[in-house]
């Protein structure tokens, strides 16, 4: 113990910077990879419904089974606004790269404003979809996959937030923009699941 | 996770006023500082709100009672408090200030290094002392997890009931299992490569320190989550390690601990994992080539992709359970359509390769030991890689091995029959490339060396005993009985804890910088191998004579044996008392140790002992392969490159 | 080095001895009383025999290389630089590849003798329920019985249901296993070969009661069967 004390005691103020071994970026690769499980954990949902729907030897022929049906339409618009959002996002990143800061903080506050509304309009759909939770497998399915999909979109708007925050106290600039980037992968990536969602628990 | 450590203030725009922490006093500072203090008192707090939140959700939507314990436990308890907990110790400091949107705080380094025994208890940011954080920790699980499987064996040492009543049997079972996978084996091997990678590759920490601290404080969350559900009633979790459904669903409380203990556990060895391979990838020492790092770099690269992509599967399923137990789904329930055998293809999915992700690292230590210890290269390194890489590949495609009996669809037999069979294949070259290291070698047969080649011969009973697995009608036979138990000690007490102890022997000097006793060591080895021996070799007979696994009472014909196992088993446990005594003796008065005591030529050998609290000086410059013994001039690294040298390098790398 | 082989291959040749002693002398399974027990015990020594030389090698080159070429701690010389040997590695990578593709061979005709019911089995269908099997002969009225009867020589299919849990049925003595799990039908068939009385034990995990879920199995005469079943009938 003492030993390592002494070895604590080095003149050295900080590290030597470290090699830099890859042309990829560690945040970015950091996010990329931790996207890598969030899919899988969303692959973990897919296979449950899997299971449910489909290997099932007792899963309903009508899916949803009667009486319930999913309201594909309002979802439908829901999905059109989440994707929207994803091009305005883009939008912003784009923006900040070239140094327009009204149009980052523009297509930011948009972002934001449409993400709202999607998780808005998921908790008016429970409100009234007409079944629980308890109702069967096929509601177990429909619960776990787009609240799971519901929580990462909540996950987003926080760090979409904090982005706006910081745009507003000028912490970004064309230099310095990784803050802008990663939250923007995230985003993207919660749309792509969301139509991957939409189209296995609604259309099909 | 936007935290590299070379960021030093990096998004602060110009202007803004640096960050200083008012002084205070000593009193104040323990309360409301960042420390186990301030968490303890955030963890209570946040219970509070999480039950409020609970109540007023319920009331709103007008479910009654308002006040269900069990959803408040899994709230309040499980999910608040350990945030408010990691917020109290000051997990979230930095990105919490980041947030808000104030200016970066330039990095002063405060939270790196420890200088006394005390910064070992607070977060901190340097992955030596969170690698010593992770294994005394760990070690702490096991020796709780060991005691209470040396319980069940006194239990067991007589058909009928004796000391425990059935349901505690299989809970401390259950919760044995539990502690010495989650708890024990994937992160003492996290701590051990926490320690070494880094320091192996070059670099002067982690690509993310600040989550790397958290990914350490997660564990004892899940660690006390498991053993806090022996406090509830009903009793700890009790259907196994596997926790099949719908057994789990029908459980009292506690199996609510396990399925959210796992949560925690598996977001820790994802972090570290995304942490390892972000690192691996960007921060290599200059001409550390893929093919010129060591294999245990390798294991833990091949580890870490495992636990990215399958932990979320366990994560998955255990949502399910806990769903279906406290939200009425019916994921795997019948009644309600659901579909049983969901739970073990998703659960298996992730448990499988969890096997591996509980071996390769294993691997890797056993590689560096033979390695250096005999003298001599690696016998067909690049065939040592690739065959971990086989593994990564062929584990994905296993995992129904575990469902033979289960009733899952007939097609699906033969053809993961045949891929079990095949990761036979790598794991052979493997040891056959160990043996091959031995060879005319010049062996020093030490504590490190000792438990290496046991774990080799060990090992291996526990892979042929897997390939009697893998056969379906043998397994049709054999599983679900003892005969499963025998081989997941053979490969994983045989196979993971004995690289874990050859490791931690290896690192010793390293980590404390100073020597552990060599006789105590070579003690510990003997009857550890000896009492492992007695203990587990007897359970492949009573397993395949007819007594099935998870049991506290069996027939009268297996009473002899199973005596004699459980006596071994106190003697396996006593065994473990000389290597807590070794360590924790030469730990405060052990003699000091050299730089490089085994003169390895990997480059954690090159620095001192323990090692600088940045790693290097300078960052070397790696010239040639780690385990180049007995190459005439061969140098694995120059410690000092001068401008020219690394000029030089660097073209003939191009 | 001629004199070092003969050594190495005595070591091997020392242990497999021995390995083979224990795997003989000892009773390792227990008495077949099934036809598809019988090929499993096949296949079961096919596998012995493999493992056996694969373990004698490799700890015979441990033993061997370690009281050859041990040196003391302080020793500072190098082994010989040998980085590997190309020969060497496809072998080892072909010749198990191999061993385990003949055992997978092996299992996969084995399973589909095991797996392919004759002409008119005995129906029989097993209920597992928190604690205790019931068996219903479907063929006879559906008479049930808490205890297992099955005529000696005649293949009898059981199709395995689960009321609340997962349980596994298991005759050790007939080497066959399976689960029966809430939701669907499982199957496994039995062919009987040997009179007498064996244990029903649940091999899966089902809740308290679990260690103590067992049954008694008797393998009787057909006659015997045949008055048995009729005197149940009535
Ligand atoms: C040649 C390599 C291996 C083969 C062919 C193999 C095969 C199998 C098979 C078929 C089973 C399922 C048995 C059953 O439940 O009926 C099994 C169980 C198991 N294996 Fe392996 N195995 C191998 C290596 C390993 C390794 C390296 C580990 C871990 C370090 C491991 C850990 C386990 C565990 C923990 C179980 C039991 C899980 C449970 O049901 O609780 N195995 N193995
Ligand atoms: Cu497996
Ligand atoms: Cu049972």
Known sequence: ?204 | ?654 | MRKGIVQLVAIGVGIGVVLTLVAVLFKWLPTSASEEFDRIQDLYWFATIISIGIFSLVTAVVVYSVWKWRVPDDDDADGPPIHGHTGLEILWTAVPAVLVIAIGVFSAVVLAQNGRAGDRPLEVEALGQQFAWKFTYSDFDDVASGELVLPLGREVRFTMRAVDVIHSFWVPNFGQKMDAVPGITTEILVTPTRLGEFAVVCAELCGLGHATMRAKARVVRPAEFEAWIEERQA
Do not use: C
Request: hydrophobic share 50%; glycine share 10%.
């Open chain 1, 1 to 204: 113990m003492s030993a390592h004390a002494e070895a604590a005691h080095h003149e050295h103020h900080g590290p030597p910077a470290a090699h830099q071994s890859s042309r990829v970026d560690a945040r970015v690769l950091g996010m990329f990879l931790f996207i890598a499980s969030e899919a899988m954990l969303f692959g973990s949902f897919f296979t449950a419904y899997f299971f449910v729907r489909v290997v099932n030897p007792g899963a309903p022929t009508e899916w949803p089974p009667e009486p319930y049906h999913f309201p594909v339409f309002v979802a439908g618009v829901n999905t059109a606004i989440l994707v929207t959002s994803s091009f305005t996002m883009h939008w912003a990143l784009q923006s900040i790269k070239r140094g327009q800061r009204t149009a980052f903080l523009a297509g930011m506050i948009l972002t934001f404003v449409m993400g709202f509304a999607f998780l808005l309009t998921q908790v008016v759909e429970y409100l009234n979809v007409g079944f629980n939770t308890g109702d069967g497998a096929f509601a177990s399915v429909f619960f776990g996959l787009t609240g799971l999909h519901g929580a990462h979109v909540a996950v987003g708007l926080t760090l979409l937030g904090i982005v706006i925050v910081r745009g507003f106290r000028g912490h970004y600039s064309p230099e310095h923009h990784h803050g802008v980037e990663l939250p923007g992968i995230y985003w993207h990536f919660v749309d792509v699941m969301w139509i991957v969602v939409y189209s296995a628990v609604y259309l099909i």
């Open chain 2, 1 to 654: 996770m936007t935290a590299t450590h070379d960021q030093h203030g990096g998004h602060a725009a110009e202007g803004y006023p640096e960050h200083f922490e008012p002084p205070r006093g000593r009193a104040w500072t323990m309360a409301f500082g960042p420390g186990l203090v301030r968490g303890a008192w955030m963890a209570l707090r946040v219970v509070g709100l999480g039950a409020l939140l609970v109540v007023a959700l319920r009331a709103w939507w007008g479910w009654s009672p308002y006040w269900d314990t069990h959803i408040v436990l899994v709230v309040g308890a499980m999910t608040a408090a350990p945030i408010g907990f990691l917020a109290g110790i000051g997990s979230f400091d930095y990105w919490l200030h980041y947030v808000s949107g104030r200016p970066t705080r330039p990095e002063d380094h405060s939270g790196h290094g420890a200088r006394t025994w005390r910064d070992y208890f607070k977060v901190n940011t340097d992955h030596k002392v969170i690698g010593i954080q992770y294994l005394v920790t760990t070690f702490f699980f096991f020796t709780i997890g060991g005691l209470m499987a040396m319980l069940f064996r006194a239990e067991l040492a007589q058909p009928g009931l004796q000391f425990v009543d059935s349901q505690t049997f299989n809970g401390l079972v259950s919760v044995h299992a539990t502690l010495m996978i989650f708890l024990f084996i994937i992160p003492a091997f996290a701590g051990l490569a926490n320690f070494a990678v880094p320091l192996m590759l070059g670099a002067p920490d982690m690509a993310f320190p600040r989550l790397n601290a958290l990914s350490f404080w997660l564990l004892p969350i899940a660690g006390l989550m498991f053993l806090a559900s022996f406090l509830v009633p009903g009793g700890a979790f009790a259907s196994g390690w596997t926790a099949y459904a719908p057994l789990s669903e029908g459980q009292p409380m506690g199996q609510t601990f396990f399925n959210m203990g796992v949560q925690w556990a598996g977001a820790s060895s994802i972090m570290t994992a995304l942490n390892f391979l972000v690192t691996i990838i960007t921060m290599r020492a200059p001409g550390m080539t893929f093919w010129r790092m060591p294999l245990l770099v390798w294991a833990n690269f091949t580890t870490s992709l495992l636990v990215v992509i399958a932990t979320p599967f366990i994560a998955g399923s255990q949502f399910f359970v806990m769903f279906d137990r406290i939200m009425h789904t019916d994921f795997f329930t019948p009644e309600g359509g659901g579909y049983v055998l969901g739970y073990q293809h998703i659960f298996w999915f992730y448990s499988h390769p969890a096997v591996y992700i509980m071996m390769l690292p294993g691997f890797g230590i056993v590689s560096e030991v033979i390695s250096t210890m005999a003298r001599k290269p690696i016998f067909g390194y690049r065939l040592m890689a690739l065959s971990l890489i086989g593994i990564l590949v062929l584990g994905f495609s296993v995992w129904a091995h575990h469902m033979f009996v289960a009733g899952m669809a007939d097609w699906l037999r033969v053809p993961m029959m045949i891929t079990t069979l095949l990761i036979a294949v790598p794991t052979g070259i493997k040891v056959f490339s160990w043996t091959a290291t031995l060879w005319r070698g010049r062996i020093r047969l030490n504590t490190p060396m000792l438990f290496a080649l046991g774990f080799v011969t060990m090992f291996v009973i526990g892979g042929l005993s897997g390939i009697y697995l893998g056969s379906v009608p043998i397994d049709i036979h054999a599983s679900d009985t003892y005969f499963i138990v025998a081989h997941i000690h053979y490969v994983l007490f045989g196979g993971s804890v004995f690289t874990i102890f050859a490791g931690v022997y290896y690192w010793f000097p390293k980590m404390t910088g100073r020597m552990y006793d060599e006789r105590l060591g070579k003690l510990h080895f003997w009857l550890t191998f000896v009492s492992f021996n007695a203990t587990f070799f007897p359970m492949h007979y009573v397993g395949l004579r007819g007594m099935p696994r998870r049991v506290f009472d069996y027939a009268e014909a297996f009473g002899q044996l199973n005596f004699f196992i459980s006596i071994a088993s106190f003697v396996l446990g006593a065994s473990f008392v000389i290597f807590v005594y070794n360590i924790v003796t030469s730990w405060t008065r052990g003699p000091v140790a050299e730089s490089n005591p085994w003169r390895a030529h990997t480059l954690e050998w090159q620095v001192s002992s323990p090692p600088p609290i940045f790693n290097f000086d300078e960052i070397p410059q790696v010239v040639g392969g780690p385990y180049e013994y007995g190459v005439p001039g061969a140098r694995h690294a120059v410690m000092s490159p001068a401008k020219e040298h690394v000029a030089e390098q660097e073209e003939v790398h191009a």
